[in-house]
């Protein structure tokens, strides 16, 4: 997706809807480690796709070059998050960071906050950053005591969105590291800041119907779509589930997606 359509994109799913209202279909984000796995992933209707070394880490960062061959081989149109790896809140670290996987290609840079001392420089740090249109989301990882009031310091930074995460994924999905009220919570909050919300963390498709009702813009995968755990290879049969899943759960009834055709 171009950088200009994010926001209008998205827009419709950062809403929070009184309980009766039909669920919002969250976009689907797919964390894949290189080029193949982009097409594979898209292919099987993955909206967002996520640059991500599983092997480096809760946020392993992928390599610039590879960033750069994904943004490639999916062309404009497709919406490309990355992280920059999980890195401690130094302020000037981080920021260069950023930049450059913006310079990349892009559209979405993903900051992962694995404790809050520090926090607030690496925010202020970000906000002077140059980014080239790129948009900015910051990653709480559920199981390392995160901190929502920080919420407030990224919306006024001019944050995009948040998302939740596990750091230690070894403890479970997300939904067993967090209640249903301390997810809610994080979603509603973000809501009510106009920041767009993500959920992810060793999600399963058992977790997906619970994860619809909190209405998060985003809901993100890696392990559920691969053989062998994270770190093994994007399957597209397991793309396909997931993508068929949310579906599902989204309109109450399962729909067999029509497969991107991939150039």
Known sequence: MKRQGL????????????????????????SVKNA??????????????????PSLGALGAVSLPAIREIVAAVGADITISATIGDLPNEPERVAKAAEAVAAAGAHIVKWGIFETEG?????????????????????????????????????????FGVMLDTADKSRGSLTQVLSAAEINSFVTRAHQLG????????????????????????IGFRGALCTGGRTGELSRANVERVANAIDAAAHGTLISRPSRIIA
């Open 195 to 218: 920041l767009i919300s993500g959920l992810a963390g060793s999600l399963r498709i058992v977790d997906i119907e619970s994860l619809l009702s909190y209405r998060p813009g985003v």
């Open 119 to 159: 926090a607030d420089q690496v925010i202020d740090a970000l906000k002077g950053a140059d980014l080239r249109g790129a948009k900015l989301v910051a990653v709480q990882m559920a199981d390392r005591n995160p901190d929502f009031s920080l919420l407030i310091r990224l919306a006024a930074a001019g944050f």
């Open 36 to 53: 193949f796995e982009a097409r594979i992933a898209l292919a099987g209707g993955a909206d967002i796709l996520d640059c991500k070394d």
């Open 7 to 30: 926001n209008s994109r998205l827009r419709d799913t950062n809403q929070v809807k009184p309980t009766c209202a039909p669920l919002i279909r969250p976009q689907f984000l797919a």
